[in-house]
């Protein structure tokens, strides 16, 4: 309990780190970072797979729209995010400790981030499993969880290379 509490503090007060958050009640984390994709995206990767979050699967999804652009025409990248990416990952010790609790919580089973850039600047955005947990007899561990990959993205930010 003690471990947990130092953990939410922890967070808490480490987002001091050039990025910013939206605020705990949210849906969504989201951080910020005046970097392009190139230097942030290789640092939370290498992060989260310090943190054993392994990283399984790597869409290049601006890429592959940008495949479309003639066809959807007008409709096309119309905020001109000059990239996306999203990175797919997994704990099996998590899942594992979400299956015993709540199996439906599998679908929340593997996790993933997703990035782009706009203007210099690189958005991570973390989908938070416990607004999605609910009442689950699992959401105490999912919280654990989350605050966990909230560490490592926060601590990818911190160590990226300029």
Same mark, same amino acid.
């Given at each position: 309990?003690?471990?947990?509490?130092?953990?939410?503090?922890?967070?808490?007060?480490?987002?001091?780190?050039?990025?910013?958050?939206?605020?705990?009640?949210?849906?969504?984390?989201?951080?910020? =970072?005046?970097?392009?994709?190139?230097?942030?995206?290789?640092?939370?990767?290498?992060?989260? +797979?310090?943190?054993?979050?392994?990283? =399984?699967?790597?869409? %290049?999804?601006?890429?592959?729209?940008?495949?479309?652009? %003639?066809?959807?025409?007008?409709?096309?990248?119309?905020?001109?995010?000059?990239?996306?990416?999203?990175?797919?990952?997994?704990?099996?010790?998590?899942?594992?400790?979400?299956?015993?609790? %709540?199996? %439906?919580?599998?679908?929340?089973?593997?996790?993933?981030?997703?990035?782009? +850039?706009?203007?210099?600047?690189?958005?991570?955005?973390?989908?938070?499993?416990?607004?999605?947990?609910?009442?689950?007899?699992?959401? +105490?561990?999912?919280? +654990?969880?989350?605050?966990?990959? =909230?560490?490592?993205?926060?601590?990818?930010?911190?160590?990226?290379?300029?």
């Amino acid at each position: 309990m003690i471990r947990r509490m130092l953990l939410a503090l922890f967070v808490l007060f480490s987002l001091q780190v050039n990025n910013s958050v939206l605020a705990e009640n949210s849906q969504v984390y989201k951080f910020s =970072v005046q970097a392009p994709m190139q230097t942030v995206y290789p640092a939370v990767y290498e992060s989260l +797979e310090k943190a054993r979050f392994f990283v =399984v699967f790597e869409p %290049d999804i601006g890429k592959n729209m940008q495949r479309f652009a %003639d066809k959807w025409g007008d409709t096309y990248n119309k905020n001109k995010l000059t990239a996306i990416r999203s990175m797919v990952f997994c704990n099996v010790w998590y899942a594992n400790a979400v299956a015993n609790l %709540d199996p %439906d919580m599998l679908a929340l089973c593997p996790l993933r981030l997703s990035l782009y +850039e706009k203007q210099g600047v690189t958005f991570i955005l973390f989908a938070r499993p416990t607004v999605i947990a609910g009442q689950s007899k699992a959401k +105490e561990i999912l919280q +654990e969880l989350e605050q966990e990959v =909230v560490k490592a993205i926060q601590q990818g930010i911190k160590n990226r290379q300029p």
